[in-house]
């Protein structure tokens, strides 16, 4: 539809409530991870959320590369399909959101040049769901230096901020200061939205969580860097449960921040996932605890105000959660893995 005329939460939360039925569940990733890539593959084909991609590139790909290709061109097309569906203010908010695929390019492309990865391996990782246009993104996976990327973005919402970034990632070495830059850019571009009234007031609520949330692991990544910055000045705002001096105290404190988040508002919605968080031995394994977390509290408010904007996020971040949890079992399976180590690679809730 547009972004004009009137808002018609009804309709479009009723047709992601059919796609949320079809997500995969805990016995689906039970199955999957003890499949083989042509398997797995396979197993998608049977449902109607990858049987459309994987039967129109089977005849050019198979294994690993057939599930990567089918998942993101099922991301693409089922979030190209709900801005279809949206009018109105909804259609804005749900277009802005949606921009958080834009962040995640910018991510990845300047990690597969940190990382000297090759040009169709930062590709396969790609999700062009956001408003980047085709040709843009293909500049960027032709830039062969970050100085470069950041120059290609100087016109975008995401370019200030990194070029104000630079000088730090030049200095220390490291790719915080940059990733943190692109969430501080995309995170400022929702806060100019307008989230008065009490629908989009859950909207705001989740908003500020996944603020809060993000906050506390750039935090960590920075702390762990082992590079001379300051938390604080990487701090996002527009969250609640933190400032950014209380974020520099808990960096290096997992256990008192995890005590934090517990006694917040989020706390009751939340107390299975963070006991998960205080059980974490790794970073990795607390950024999927709190991405589940997120995840769960998202699910909570859609609950309470369905004919919100939330329901819609919330089913973003569920197939974007089931996207990264059937690429990372293919990915482990071309690794070798066993399912156990597999299976803690997992986001499930």
């Known amino acids: 539809m547009s972004n004009t005329g009137t808002s018609n939460p009804e309709y479009v939360n009723a047709r992601v409530r059919s796609r949320r039925a079809a997500l995969y569940e805990v016995d689906d990733y039970r199955k ?18 990858y049987e459309e991609e994987i039967n129109a590139l089977g005849s050019r790909f198979s294994g690993v590369d057939l599930i ?51 040009r169709d391996a930062v590709n396969d990782d790609l999700i062009r769901a956001g408003e980047f246009s085709d040709r843009l993104i293909d500049q960027l ?21 990194l070029a104000e970034a630079l000088d730090d990632y030049e200095s220390t070495g490291v790719l915080v200061p940059l990733e943190n830059a692109v969430d501080r850019a ?20 989740f908003l500020e969580a996944e603020i809060d949330f993000r906050n506390a692991i750039n935090t960590l990544r920075l702390s762990r860097s082992g590079a ?17 001096a209380e974020l520099t105290q808990l960096a290096s404190n997992t256990d008192e921040l995890v005590q934090r988040i517990r006694e917040s508002r989020y706390g009751d919605e ?9 059980e974490a031995d790794s970073l990795i394994a607390f950024e999927h605890a709190l991405e589940a977390a997120l995840l769960e509290y998202a699910d909570s408010l859609g609950l309470v105000h369905p004919l ?3 329901p819609v996020v919330s089913y ?18 071309e690794a070798d893995l066993s399912p156990e180590e597999i299976e803690d690679e997992l986001v499930i809730i």
């Open 32 to 49: 999957l991870v003890r499949m083989s890539p042509a398997e797995i593959a396979r197993f998608m084909e049977e449902s109607p959320a």
């Open 68 to 118: 990567e290709y089918a998942l993101n061109a099922s991301l693409a097309e089922d979030f190209e399909a709900i801005l279809k569906w949206c009018d109105g203010a909804l259609y804005g908010h749900v277009a802005r959101y949606l921009r958080k695929f834009d962040a995640w390019n910018i991510k990845t492309v300047l990690r597969g040049i940190y990382a000297d990865t090759e």
């Open 141 to 161: 996976l032709d830039a062969g230096t970050i100085e470069e990327v950041v120059e290609l973005l100087a016109g975008t919402v995401f370019g200030r901020s």
């Open 186 to 205: 995309y995170y400022s571009l929702l806060r100019t939205d307008d989230l008065t009234g009490e629908a989009l007031g859950e909207y705001r609520e």
């Open 228 to 244: 001379d910055i300051d938390p604080s000045e990487y701090f996002i705002e527009g969250g609640v449960l933190f400032s950014a």
């Open 270 to 278: 939340l107390s299975s996932a963070l006991s998960e968080l205080e």
């Open 308 to 310: 919100s904007v939330t």
């Open 316 to 333: 973003v971040l569920a197939k974007e959660r089931e996207v990264d949890n059937i690429r990372a079992i293919a990915r482990g399976k």
